[in-house]
């Protein structure tokens, strides 16, 4: 039997940090503001790291709004994950994309060669493309570690068929981390549907968070969808 879900916390402060490992998070995306999650600022990411005891994934976004950065943007970036790395966190969680939404793979490359020994994480800039296969096949070879994901859909629950095909297609090559509105009401039939082994969910309302986290706890990981 597969171990259970893994619940990924997503955190914009170092109070809601420390509340969701309390919760039993398995893992911290660290944000700071912003829609959608921008860079957080090197204070917040070092006091994250000194108190945290799980994995800490830090966001590389130097602004709201897509993802076709300038040169000046993406070297914003590229100086945000040599800081993060150097901050001792586990992971850079990042997107770049063309101006016709495909991914910018050189671009992409770039950031992920910079970002190691750490994890390479890439965010919901992925629900973005316009042919989901095509871009997860493109983030596999360049060696992307994880892709946040709700399917290509609103949510993940109605991303499930979609997000159940990119679990097939991943195998061991990428780990699928869903997210998308996952509570503790619809995460056991999720579960069920795509066979995913990671979620992500926003902890900003800590008592719906480690609702979702008992819940995930419960479950015998389902076997793999066919």
Do not use: K, W
């Amino acid at each position: 039997m597969r171990p259970r879900a893994l619940v990924e916390a997503c955190v914009d402060t170092a109070e809601l940090a420390s509340a969701a490992e309390a919760s039993g998070a398995d893992r911290l995306e660290l944000c700071g503001p912003g829609e959608g999650g921008l860079t957080p600022p090197r204070e917040l990411l070092e006091l994250v790291m000194r108190r945290s005891r799980v994995p800490v994934h830090a966001m590389i976004r130097p602004r709201e709004g897509d993802f076709c950065y300038t040169s000046d943007e993406f070297e914003a970036m590229r100086r945000d994950v040599v800081a993060v790395r150097e901050a001792g966190a586990q992971g850079a969680v990042f997107g770049v994309l063309r101006a016709d939404a495909t991914l910018d793979v050189d671009r992409m490359r770039v950031l992920v060669d910079l970002a190691r020994p750490m994890r390479a994480a890439c965010h919901r800039a992925f629900d973005r493309t316009p042919d989901p296969d095509a871009a997860l096949d493109e983030l596999m070879a360049l060696g992307v570690d994880l892709v946040l994901t709700s399917g290509h859909a609103r949510t993940a629950t109605e991303g499930a068929e979609v997000l159940a095909r990119h679990v097939r297609r991943a195998g061991n090559r990428i780990t699928i981390l869903g997210g998308g509105s996952i509570r503790a009401g619809n995460a056991r039939a999720l579960l069920q549907a795509t066979g995913l082994g990671e979620v992500h969910a926003r902890a900003t309302d800590t008592e719906a968070f480690a609702a979702l986290v008992r819940e995930v706890a419960s479950l015998d990981q389902p076997p793999e969808p066919t």
